[in-house]
């Protein structure tokens, strides 16, 4: 066990280092991509949408283009099964650490909206994301009875790419795609059974929008 004065020092030492940070509140949406698993007889899904709600805190690191995003989103959403008429809704409750890198001006410290950057607003603007996160779905079949195991936990890693747009000197607003795999998921059911059992990986595509408002007056 780390002693308590070691504790502090590691806490003052993380609260120390140059970092300015910022409240974000986003909405993205997600059009789940299955595959069809050959040699089962599940009902396996097919579709599946959903609209997430979040709100992040922003750490943007001083000496290098680099941010990070921790954050918590809630969802709602649809899906239907593959030759079956049964649908489910589905609940999720999400942990995300988006990472943006933006290439082309990684050794700016500038920490601003890119609206005030004349001439300069595809530089600062655009980044690559890196995006890891790891949630919890209920998930609930219309027209048969409640199916055990409808709770699951699940992790993904995602890639995409964003633009910013400055609005004024409190406020960014981004724009992002992003290309998701998700691990370890229960979306198929046994039907005989009534229960969901694991299936495969999958892909989801996201777009969202992320409305960023500093706490204070950048230059």
């Known amino acids: 066990m780390i002693p308590w004065k070691d504790l502090l020092s590691i806490c003052l030492s993380i609260i120390a280092i140059p970092v300015y940070s910022q409240i974000g509140l986003q909405v993205f949406g997600s059009n789940h991509l299955f ?6 007889r599940a009902l396996q899904t097919e579709a599946l949408k959903d609209v997430n709600f979040g709100l992040s805190y922003a750490i943007q690191f001083k000496k290098v283009r680099i941010e990070l995003h921790p954050g918590l989103s809630v969802g709602y959403g649809g899906g239907e099964f593959l030759n079956s008429d049964l649908n489910f809704n589905q609940f999720t409750a999400k942990v995300l650490l988006p990472m943006t890198i933006y290439p082309f001006d990684l050794s700016s410290d500038c920490n601003c909206p890119t609206f005030n950057k004349q ?6 603007g655009l980044h690559f994301i890196v995006q890891p996160g790891i949630g919890h779905a209920w998930r609930t ?9 409808s709770k699951t936990s699940e992790a993904e890693i995602g890639l995409g790419i964003g633009f910013d747009f400055g609005l004024n000197r409190h406020s960014t607003l981004n724009f992002y795609a992003l290309l998701a795999q998700h691990l370890n998921g229960k979306y198929s059911i046994s039907e005989d059974q009534k229960s969901w059992i694991k299936s495969s990986s999958h892909l989801s595509f996201q777009l969202g929008l992320r409305y960023l408002w500093y706490s204070k007056r950048r230059r």
């Open 35 to 40: 595959n069809p698993e050959t040699g089962t």
């Open 141 to 149: 079949v219309d027209e048969l009875d409640k199916p055990e195991n």
């Open 119 to 124: 001439g300069e607003v595809f530089e600062k």
